[in-house]
């Protein structure tokens, strides 16, 4: 195999459809089939399977696969030590993060940017999925966890408290929750399943069984758009619901146990290439503002 036709390979394998492997390499649904099977052709084996639920691997294909990834991380390699002295601050820079964080401190930083280093363009991906930075899916993230993979860097950014928040107009009608009855006649909004591992069954460390959940939201900038509008009780970090005059504390004394944190991280291959240390640096310096 090589590295074009592994390519097309993966991204079927981690699509599961044509269609879908073609939105991740850009390209059109027939140019991704023909190249799919003159890749089986060359190899003289079917690599999928043609299912209802979309392709799956045969048994030739799942012999193929760990090759193939490892071909991948050279190629990876390959491109990120070629890049790691470029000392041009110029070219793309993909970077990943979830909305609330583009929002109150990406953004910011590339906005200050543009105004010294003109000649990058930052390709900003905003999403709950953590990009695999080893594959080149991203150059730079800004997460809410941190990795433990060896061949990162990673920095801590920010540490808040999450406590529970809402708008006085909400307090208002419905009163403050007591702590001992469990949320009782409250309306409660939350993160989706599987959008956070940080969140269970109880707001601001009091158990949340009694109270009503009316919105089940799939990201720190929703949940706490949600809040703002009156609609319901929810964790937000502090330095979120700090700026906005809307949002009132609800028992200031009490906090969720794990607190929100803010990590920058990239592949130390790419740790002096220059157009990636400039926004390593404006990132940095937006959330030391």
């Known amino acids: ?20 492997a073609a939105q991740r390499l850009a390209l059109d649904q027939t140019t991704v089939g023909r190249r799919l099977t003159g890749l089986e052709r060359t190899l003289g084996s079917r690599l999928f399977l043609r299912t209802k639920g979309g392709l799956t691997l045969t048994d030739s294909g799942r012999q193929v696969l760990p090759t193939a990834e490892n071909m991948e991380r050279l190629a990876v390699s390959f491109e990120r030590l070629s890049e790691g002295a470029d000392e041009r601050v110029a070219g793309e820079v993909r970077v990943t993060t979830t909305d609330a964080l583009a929002v109150d401190f990406v953004v910011p930083a590339i906005e200050r940017l543009r105004t010294t280093h003109p000649d990058i363009r930052v390709i900003l991906s905003t999403t709950t999925r953590l990009l695999d930075l080893a594959r080149r899916e991203a150059d730079v993230a800004v997460r809410t966890l941190r990795p433990e993979q060896p061949d990162l860097i990673v920095r801590q950014l920010g540490r808040w408290e999450v406590g529970l928040y809402a708008t006085q107009g909400y307090l208002e009608r419905h009163g403050e929750p007591h702590p001992d009855e469990g949320f009782a006649g409250h309306d409660i909004a939350l993160y989706q399943e599987g959008v956070t591992g940080r969140q269970d069954d109880t707001l601001a460390g009091v158990p949340r069984g009694q109270g009503r959940v009316v919105a089940e939201l799939d990201s720190s900038l929703m949940l706490a758009t949600f809040v703002r509008a009156g609609l319901a009780l929810g964790e937000l970090p502090d330095y979120l619901a700090q700026r906005d005059r809307r949002l009132v504390r ?7 146990a794990t607190p929100y944190e803010a990590w920058l991280v990239l592949h ?4 002096h290439t220059a157009r990636v240390r400039v926004v390593v640096e404006a990132i940095s310096d937006a959330f030391a503002r």
Do not use: E
């Open 1 to 20: 195999m090589n590295w074009d036709d592994v390519r097309f390979f993966l991204a079927v394998y981690r699509a599961g459809t044509l269609r879908g």
């Open 268 to 271: 130390q291959d790419l740790a």
């Open 250 to 256: 609800v028992w200031p004394d009490r906090h969720r």
